[in-house]
């Protein structure tokens, strides 16, 4: 009796199974609001993770984008299909050659603002003329900064204002005026904030005080838009790189360089071209799940 009763029980959970299966497989059919196939399959097909990479059809703002880190983020994505790109920077001869040579690499359109990410007016009024030009927006990467190397002692407010003006509340205007857009038109999007390791350490020996605060409040800003963005199906995160390769770096090269590359265990500084991949992952479909987070691309500096 006791083998029959178990029996009894096995078959009954059984068909309890079945029916739980059944039941999810028809929501899952009759939900519109999740899709059928992941991100990137195919019905009946392979599925295929560098589709989730293509950003076909898609707009992209980059500030700072005219030369350095900025601009070789926008290659990477251009590479991976953008319908247009913007790029806002104060540098007209560089940002209108920027433009220029990005159509001619991969065809894109390419139109460029002049802007300081600080005027707030100046810079909604640049928002919506990027999607009166090209459309929509839905990426955002946030590449305008500036670095000091100035004791503390001898830092003048003045000076200490213009970084933090620049790094975080440019940073914030310019990714609230294409929120708001981007909430308005209710696709969701992408915004990459750039931060720096000196976010997260104090790289010593520099004498860099405003740089690594204004960095640190950058990651956090990210993080707190991450939380209240993630409604309207905007992801916030950011890219932290460490020592790079870039004109604005060349300029403390005969004091810093040979510190900065023997604290790093690989042993060199980073090409502005490897942040490319991550940029794109963050901008497109193959991160969908990812916001709040901060990467850090520093060829093991902070580690030790």
Same mark, same amino acid.
């Given at each position: 009796m006791a083998t029959a009763s178990i029996q009894i029980v096995l078959e009954q959970d059984s068909i309890l199974s079945q029916q739980i299966a059944n039941e999810r497989s028809m929501v899952a059919t009759n939900d519109d609001s999740e899709p059928a196939v992941p991100v990137g399959a195919s019905v009946g097909g392979k599925h295929n993770v560098f589709d989730m990479f293509s950003l076909n059809g898609r707009v992209a703002v980059i500030t700072g984008g005219a030369r350095g880190l900025g601009y070789s983020m926008a290659e990477g994505l251009c590479a991976a299909g953008l319908s247009g790109v913007a790029i806002l920077d104060l540098?007209?001869?560089?940002? *209108?050659?920027?433009?220029?040579?990005l159509y001619s690499d991969f065809g894109v359109t390419a139109k460029f603002y002049r802007l300081d990410v600080r005027d707030e007016v100046a810079v909604q009024d640049a928002m919506n003329s990027v999607v009166r030009d090209l459309g929509r927006i839905d990426i955002l990467i946030l590449s305008a900064g500036v670095a000091d190397i100035v004791h503390a002692e001898e830092y003048s407010p003045e000076k200490f204002r213009r970084v933090i003006d620049i790094n975080l509340n440019g940073s914030f205007i310019c990714a609230q005026a294409a929120g708001k857009l981007m909430i308005a038109a209710g696709r969701g999007g992408s915004? &990459?904030? &750039?931060?720096?390791?000196s976010g997260s350490i104090v790289n010593w020996p520099n004498p860099q005080c405003a740089y690594n605060s204004s960095k640190a409040a950058v990651i956090h800003l990210m993080k707190s838009l991450s939380a209240e963005w993630a409604k309207h199906r905007i992801r916030c995160n950011s890219i932290s790189p460490g020592y790079m390769d870039t004109p604005l770096n060349t300029t403390? *090269?005969? *004091?810093?360089?040979? *510190?900065?590359k023997s604290r790093a265990p690989i042993g060199r500084l980073g090409r502005p071209d490897e942040l490319a991949g991550c940029a794109l992952w963050l901008a497109s479909d193959a991160s969908s799940y990812c916001t709040g987070t901060d990467i850090l691309i520093d060829g093991g500096y902070t580690v030790l």
């Open positions: 540098q007209s001869d560089l940002g *209108e050659r920027a433009c220029d040579q915004i &990459v904030f &750039v931060g720096s390791m403390f *090269e005969s *004091e810093y360089f040979h *510190e900065w």
